[in-house]
């Protein structure tokens, strides 16, 4: 602690004399640029005592065009960071050893070819390699006691061991056989073990066919509860369990839920009596239009308390409070994401945090006291703690990212939609802009369908703010944070409330004068490219558009994406319900309706929303004589991962719309 101590005195030093540097500096714009610059947090640890949370850090590396990520500490007090990790192979998942003696994280170092947990003793010292593990490792969980790790491992891919560099041919029988990131998917489930921290025996808990994610130990350390489906086919729906088994080789296990939807998330009482975890509001196979509730089920099993059931509104990351009276939860309300906490005795719901601003990760800390993520629309997350109903900053990670830039203005509106749906959005305004000039607007539409635009710190909308155009989020049906109804009202009926409402949100803009009408974008990414093409072919005002993984003729993506299970439950087999499939593929049919010029992107790799759904709409547009072009990212999957693609998109991005948006100049 010593150094820590040495090296806060130089980062206050430091701090002091870039604060007294920056008064005199003039904030700039946000550029594609800054992409490299910009860091992330996540997946905080808070250590036994409390005194401690733990947490990557990742940072872009240009000359390598990657991301790495170390470990470091902050203290409670918030007056404290220690870096822990500092390799060009990074590290993750660090977890505090029960005593608090040990951080372990996972490493690939040392030329491993697989993540390995490493421990370091956090009196000093270099950290030691804990395991030699031969399966892919999804996941791990100390002991009560620090004697014992369980461990979620892959079963080994056998069919990539041949001796040339010719892989094997891939043998498909599931009935899910693709998925993004993972690929093609044969017969490799995902099963629970137990490793012997001192003997470094590793005894297998669970086999066969079916996945177990999700381990949790009890207080008393003699239980692990556990995730399965152990439907006869589990790839034809969502029907997740709870279960409980001894933590030793050969033990059965024991069903506690028997919810034909999905249960997930749990977590143990500090009494070891009940179980807190998530349960879906349906009961179907197919739960995309869904919002988990917060339930509480005996050890034992039967008829769960659900404490959320009334509240109408998604709950995640749930987490006992230390004295075992209360879980806290964050929820999503209407733009916002809070900390809340519910009484076990009561089901009283305790608001924790309020305002404009989003939470996006919790651990407990001590009786009333929570460890979190936060974000708001001029900042990225920093960790803080919530005591008492109070926040308090923990990290100024982001300082300076933001020292010398000058971000969007941020607020809210509500617009009604031509069928009277009221919907709630949010504005990005350019720093300083006028306030009575029209300005070229874009309209970025968020993905999911099922996720929410919060006021929290979005770099891509910023990025197009700073590039001088008023930029609209949409909160359009089919999103979560305004209850159940309005998340499932477009169920197998996409392209029409959801465009109803992005028009809707389009005039209100016009009708106050903020946008200009003849300067009009649009853009998104995945359903938000997918609603992009809905919208440009059901109304020619966009004079641009850049549609990212996205997909217009819909009868074409069965069997070449990964929602096979969704199209089946919600559109019916493609030779069963012809038509319904026909009608959503409006874009592509009647793309002679097209008059906006469109970029389209893609990942090549990606298996959510294959890139031939933007080929296709290019082609299509191509063929038309529409301005049109295809971007596609070598080896990126639905999400783009290399810094630099990251940067090129959000350059591609600007450069067309202010081809059409923007006045020429003479």
């Given at each position: 602690?010593?150094?820590?101590?040495?090296?806060?005195?130089?980062?206050?030093?430091?701090?002091?004399?870039?604060?007294?540097?920056?008064?005199?500096?003039?904030?700039?714009?946000?550029?594609?640029?800054?992409?490299?610059?910009?860091?992330?947090?996540?997946?905080?640890?808070?250590?036994?005592?409390?005194?401690?949370?733990?947490?990557?850090?990742?940072?872009?590396?240009?000359?390598?065009?990657?991301?790495?990520?170390?470990?470091?500490?902050?203290?409670?007090?918030?007056?404290?960071?220690?870096?822990?990790?500092?390799?060009?192979?990074?590290?993750?998942?660090?977890?505090?050893?029960?005593?608090?003696?040990?951080?372990?994280?996972?490493?690939?170092?040392?030329?491993?070819?697989?993540?390995?947990?490493?421990?370091?003793?956090?009196?000093?010292?270099?950290?030691?390699?804990?395991?030699?593990?031969?399966?892919?490792?999804?996941?791990?969980?100390?002991?009560?006691?620090?004697?014992?790790?369980?461990?979620?491992?892959?079963?080994?891919?056998?069919?990539?061991?041949?001796?040339?560099?010719?892989?094997?041919?891939?043998?498909?029988?599931?009935?899910?056989?693709?998925?993004?990131?993972?690929?093609?998917?044969?017969?490799?489930?995902?099963?629970?073990?137990?490793?012997?921290?001192?003997?470094?025996?590793?005894?297998?808990?669970?086999?066969?066919?079916?996945?177990?994610?999700?381990?949790?130990?009890?207080?008393?350390?003699?239980?692990?509860?556990?995730?399965?489906?152990?439907?006869?086919?589990?790839?034809?729906?969502?029907?997740?369990?709870?279960?409980?088994?001894?933590?030793?080789?050969?033990?059965?296990?024991?069903?506690?839920?028997?919810?034909?939807?999905?249960?997930?998330?749990?977590?143990?009482?500090?009494?070891?009596?009940?179980?807190?975890?998530?349960?879906?509001?349906?009961?179907?196979?197919?739960?995309?239009?869904?919002?988990?509730?917060?339930?509480?089920?005996?050890?034992?099993?039967?008829?769960?308390a659900l404490l959320s059931k009334t509240l109408d509104r998604p709950v995640r990351n749930p987490h006992w409070t230390k004295d075992g009276q209360a879980i806290g939860v964050l929820i999503q309300d209407d733009r916002q994401a809070y900390?809340?906490?519910?009484?076990?005795?009561?089901?009283?719901?305790?608001?924790?945090?309020?305002?404009?601003?989003?939470?996006?990760?919790?651990?407990?800390?001590?009786?009333?006291?929570?460890?979190?993520?936060?974000?708001?629309?001029?900042?990225?997350?920093?960790?803080?703690?919530?005591?008492?109903?109070?926040?308090?900053?923990?990290?100024?990670?982001?300082?300076?990212?933001?020292?010398?830039?000058?971000?969007?203005?941020?607020?809210?509106?509500?617009?009604?939609?031509?069928?009277?749906?009221?919907?709630?959005?949010?504005?990005?305004?350019?720093?300083?802009?006028?306030?009575?000039?029209?300005?070229?607007?874009?309209?970025?539409?968020?993905?999911?369908?099922?996720?929410?635009?919060?006021?929290?710190?979005?770099?891509?909308?910023?990025?197009?703010?700073?590039?001088?155009?008023?930029?609209?989020?949409?909160?359009?049906?089919?999103?979560?944070?305004?209850?159940?109804?309005?998340?499932?009202?477009?169920?197998?009926?996409?392209?029409?409330?959801?465009?109803?409402?992005?028009?809707?949100?389009?005039?209100?803009?016009?009708?106050?004068?903020?946008?200009?009408?003849?300067?009009?974008?649009?853009?998104?990414?995945?359903?938000?490219?997918?609603?992009?093409?809905?919208?440009?072919?059901?109304?020619?005002?966009?004079?641009?558009?850049?549609?990212?993984?996205?997909?217009?003729?819909?009868?074409?993506?069965?069997?070449?994406?990964?929602?096979?299970?969704?199209?089946?439950?919600?559109?019916?087999?493609?030779?069963?319900?012809?038509?319904?499939?026909?009608?959503?593929?409006?874009?592509?049919?009647?793309?002679?309706?097209?008059?906006?010029?469109?970029?389209?992107?893609?990942?090549?790799?990606?298996?959510?929303?294959?890139?031939?759904?933007?080929?296709?709409?290019?082609?299509?547009?191509?063929?038309?004589?529409?301005?049109?072009?295809?971007?596609?990212?070598?080896?990126?999957?639905?999400?783009?991962?290399?810094?630099?693609?990251?940067?090129?998109?959000?350059?591609?991005?600007?450069?067309?719309?202010?081809?059409?948006?923007?006045?020429?100049?003479?």
């Open positions: 602690m010593m150094n820590s101590r040495f090296l806060l005195l130089a980062l206050l030093t430091l701090g002091g004399f870039s604060s007294l540097a920056q008064t005199s500096v003039k904030k700039r714009p946000l550029t594609p640029r800054d992409i490299y610059r910009l860091q992330t947090i996540s997946d905080l640890q808070v250590s036994p005592d409390g005194k401690w949370v733990a947490y990557g850090l990742s940072t872009v590396d240009s000359t390598k065009d990657k991301r790495n990520t170390d470990i470091w500490m902050v203290s409670w007090n918030g007056q404290e960071s220690v870096q822990l990790t500092n390799t060009p192979e990074g590290e993750s998942k660090p977890r505090f050893s029960p005593d608090g003696k040990y951080l372990s994280f996972v490493s690939a170092r040392q030329g491993a070819t697989k993540g390995q947990i490493w421990l370091m003793d956090r009196r000093g010292g270099e950290a030691r390699k804990l395991t030699d593990l031969k399966n892919d490792l999804e996941d791990y969980v100390w002991s009560p006691d620090g004697k014992k790790i369980a461990m979620v491992l892959r079963d080994v891919d056998y069919a990539d061991s041949a001796k040339t560099k010719v892989r094997k041919p891939y043998v498909l029988d599931r009935y899910h056989f693709k998925a993004d990131v993972r690929g093609y998917l044969e017969n490799s489930p995902v099963h629970l073990y137990v490793f012997d921290v001192t003997t470094k025996k590793l005894d297998t808990l669970t086999t066969g066919i079916y996945d177990e994610t999700s381990p949790v130990w009890s207080p008393d350390g003699s239980q692990i509860a556990f995730v399965s489906n152990r439907t006869q086919e589990p790839d034809r729906n969502q029907n997740t369990d709870i279960y409980v088994i001894d933590a030793r080789k050969g033990a059965a296990f024991k069903q506690l839920t028997t919810w034909t939807g999905s249960d997930n998330s749990p977590a143990w009482s500090p009494d070891g009596k009940t179980i807190a975890y998530l349960r879906s509001t349906a009961s179907g196979n197919f739960l995309m239009y869904d919002q988990p509730v917060l339930a509480v089920i005996s050890r034992e099993g039967g008829e769960p900390v809340g906490q519910y009484t076990v005795a009561t089901g009283k719901l305790t608001k924790l945090t309020s305002g404009n601003r989003a939470f996006s990760d919790l651990e407990a800390v001590s009786a009333n006291n929570w460890a979190t993520l936060m974000s708001d629309p001029q900042t990225p997350p920093e960790l803080y703690a919530v005591e008492n109903g109070i926040t308090r900053r923990l990290t100024h990670v982001h300082d300076a990212f933001l020292a010398p830039l000058e971000l969007a203005q941020v607020e809210g509106f509500t617009s009604r939609s031509k069928d009277g749906a009221q919907v709630s959005n949010i504005l990005y305004r350019p720093a300083n802009a006028p306030a009575n000039k029209k300005l070229p607007t874009i309209l970025y539409i968020h993905g999911g369908p099922v996720s929410q635009d919060e006021f929290s710190f979005d770099l891509t909308r910023q990025l197009l703010a700073a590039g001088g155009y008023a930029v609209v989020a949409v909160n359009y049906r089919g999103s979560n944070g305004r209850g159940i109804e309005h998340t499932k009202a477009i169920y197998a009926d996409w392209g029409n409330k959801e465009v109803l409402d992005i028009l809707g949100a389009t005039d209100y803009v016009v009708e106050k004068g903020i946008a200009d009408p003849e300067r009009l974008g649009i853009g998104g990414w995945s359903y938000g490219g997918i609603l992009t093409n809905y919208t440009i072919a059901t109304d020619t005002r966009f004079k641009a558009a850049a549609s990212g993984a996205g997909s217009s003729l819909q009868l074409s993506m069965y069997g070449i994406d990964q929602y096979t299970n969704q199209y089946e439950n919600e559109l019916g087999a493609p030779w069963k319900n012809t038509d319904k499939w026909l009608k959503l593929s409006y874009p592509f049919l009647k793309a002679d309706r097209i008059k906006t010029p469109t970029i389209f992107m893609a990942g090549e790799k990606d298996f959510n929303v294959p890139s031939a759904g933007s080929e296709q709409m290019f082609q299509a547009l191509r063929s038309l004589g529409i301005p049109t072009q295809l971007i596609i990212y070598p080896g990126q999957f639905h999400g783009i991962t290399v810094p630099s693609y990251q940067k090129d998109r959000a350059d591609r991005y600007l450069q067309w719309f202010d081809k059409y948006l923007k006045p020429k100049t003479t």
